[in-house]
């Protein structure tokens, strides 16, 4: 994933993503920064091994807008669509219980994917096609199970370039 991040950002002058990674709750304001960054550190205690990411199952280029139902942010992003199953409702149940209590509220299913490309939705240059051709000429993209290394906190205020991971806890 890391060379395909690189690719597309240096293809299409795009802002560059600090990491490869595929989020499983957006927005953590209703707690200061030294609280998300203590319950993150309980992670591993209600989830040892993140579970195995099953082989994307699609490839998708988009916008969003903020506001508009279901959307955080406006965006372009391209991405490997992934396929929840199980064992990941019942890990990000968990982790929203740890992050909100027990009165939580998520949309279900989740719908995990991992981000390739991201872009100002303005000036766009992303494109399915340009995602499904790089995906074909690099096909461990699609033909692999991934393993989660790693679940971290990231403060996202500000341009991409100003993003900054605040918290990491590692699965192996």
């Not at 499983?24 to 609280?35: F, N, Q, R, V």
């Not at 993150?40 to 993140?50: D, G, K, N, Y």
Request: glycine residues 4%.
């Amino acid at each position: 994933f890391p060379r395909a991040v690189a690719y597309f950002s240096s293809k299409h002058n795009s802002p560059f993503i600090p990491q490869p990674h595929t989020t499983a709750i957006y927005g953590m304001e209703h707690l200061s920064i030294e609280e998300a960054k203590s319950r993150l550190r309980r992670v591993r205690e209600v989830i040892p091994q993140w579970p195995m990411f099953a082989k994307p199952i699609g490839v998708t280029s988009d916008t969003s807008q903020c506001g508009r139902p279901g959307q955080v942010c406006t965006i372009a992003w391209s991405e490997l669509t992934l396929a929840t199953n199980p064992q990941h409702e019942a890990a990000l149940d968990l982790l929203y219980e740890l992050f909100y209590g027990q009165d939580y509220h998520r949309d279900r299913p989740w719908k995990p994917h991992n981000s390739v490309a991201y872009d100002n939705p303005e000036t766009n240059c992303l494109s399915l096609l340009d995602t499904i051709m790089y995906a074909s000429q690099n096909p461990s993209l699609l033909g692999m199970e991934r393993r989660v290394a790693a679940i971290s906190l990231w403060s996202t205020a500000g341009k991409m370039g100003d993003w900054k991971c605040l918290e990491r806890v590692r699965f192996w």
